[in-house]
């Protein structure tokens, strides 16, 4: 389905234009028509589907036809850089229609607080959000939300994880129950979603695409090592992929700290990212990342989800993630826009059954990559055994195979040739557009009012009129 085919607006036809976006994806060739007729939606979605732009267009589409002021749509997320990278998108959106939004969040100056209270005193039409932060603001009395028509929550699932139901339920007391459009998309489908969709949805449409699957064309293979060999293996691979883009994901934030410092010392340029960082901080680093000044980002999941960085050669878990729906996130950053790219895993003997959880649920066995001579025996694998005895001597050598070679885990080596991406033309059209907007990370979530505030509102076409195809459609 081609996105003329909506009848949006022809200003905002002209943005979509100009990014060269002509086919839509599957979420949003389900979403949109769903959302311009003014349903409740839930979508299960992966990131990297295109869902951000399956809500945000029709959205933008519905507001050309109202009088602005007011918040007119709140959209709930669970972390700031997601809330960032949201209100980038909007910006080539709206490029050429009258449709203003503001990045709320916490973790700014003093000043930053002082902006965001004025987006939101003075109306802003779109409102990006993190949970936390947003009641905050609604807790000093000067906001108001009696005009909201739309509420989305992107990465539900998240925000229930990270223990925001609560304060998913605080921000929804604020707004009109009738006449409230709300959209929920969530990468997985638990049963706490359900009853959460029970509560603030009314007889919304489901959509499911491709749930917990990683991409086809993303190469999966993993190590079966002991923690002492994780740093030489990575520099190991690295040294043969010094150009490629790469992200080094770590559960723990002490780990990302000494395998940066690590990394470094060898000579390689990389970045780390973890909730130690100051906000400001992140945002240099994923800047530099996303520019490429950088090539080599070592991250807690913080970034796993919602988080679009584009053209990502290669993933590597310095460890097994804690939830097997975790592992298709941190790999789902590689092979985006129908790229090929690769995905490693590090096993050590205690991460063997969490490991077994993933292949159970990705229902593929993920080659075991046998070591390079020179770094000796690694654990052997077993999925069904629990916390695996073993471990290191004073000599680096296998407690457990003193006696003799312990079985090296099959596969052949890996030949590490560096993997082509091509990335779509919707995504490189849209970083040209919007890429002037991220050499500096506060520009990307001041209110952006672009001096059109007095600009044309549309009206909506009455029964009998004869409007242009793209305002036909759009529900009010």
Sequence with gaps: MTFDEFGFDDELMDSLDAMHFNEATPVQSQSIPVIMDGKDLIACAQTGTGKTAAYLLPVIN?????????????????????AIQIDQQMEGFSY???????????????????RQRKALEDGADIVITTPGRIIQHIAMGYVDFSHVRHLILDEADRMLDMGFFDDIMQVVKQLPSDGRQTLMFSATMPPKIRELAKQILKNPEEISIAISKPAENIRQGAYVVYDPQKPRLVKHILNERKDQSIIIFSSKKQSCKDLAITLRRSGFNVGVIHSDLEQKEREEVLRLFKTRNTNILVATDIIARGIDIKEIDMVINYDVPRDAEDYVHRIGRTAR??????????????????F?????????????????????????????????????????????????????????????????????????????????????????????????????????????????????????
């Design 96 to 114: 050429f229609v009258p449709v203003t939004s503001t990045a709320i969040y916490g973790g700014n100056d003093s000043g930053e607080w002082g």
């Design 337 to 354: 826009a129908q790229s090929s790219g690769e995905a490693y895993t590090f096993i050590n003997e205690r991460d063997m059954v969490a």
């Design 356 to 476: 077994g959880r993933i292949e159970k649920l990705i229902e593929k066995e993920v080659e075991k990559i046998a070591l390079p001579e020179e770094f000796g025996d690694g654990p052997e694998y077993n999925p069904r055994l629990r916390n695996s005895s073993g471990g290191r001597d004073g000599n680096g050598r296998s407690k457990r195979n003193r006696g003799g070679k312990g079985r090296k885990p099959q596969g052949n080596k890996p030949k590490h040739q560096p993997v082509q991406n091509d990335a779509s033309q919707q995504a490189n059209e849209f970083d040209a557009i919007v890429g002037t907007l991220e050499q500096t990370t506060d520009n990307t979530s001041k209110n952006k009012k672009r001096n059109r505030r007095g600009g044309r509102r549309h009206k909506k076409p009455s029964n009998g009129s004869q409007q242009p195809q793209q305002s036909q459609s759009v529900a009010g």
């Design 62 to 82: 519905d507001i050309l036809f109202t009088e602005g002021g007011h918040v007119d749509t709140i959209i709930l997320v669970p972390t700031r850089e997601l």
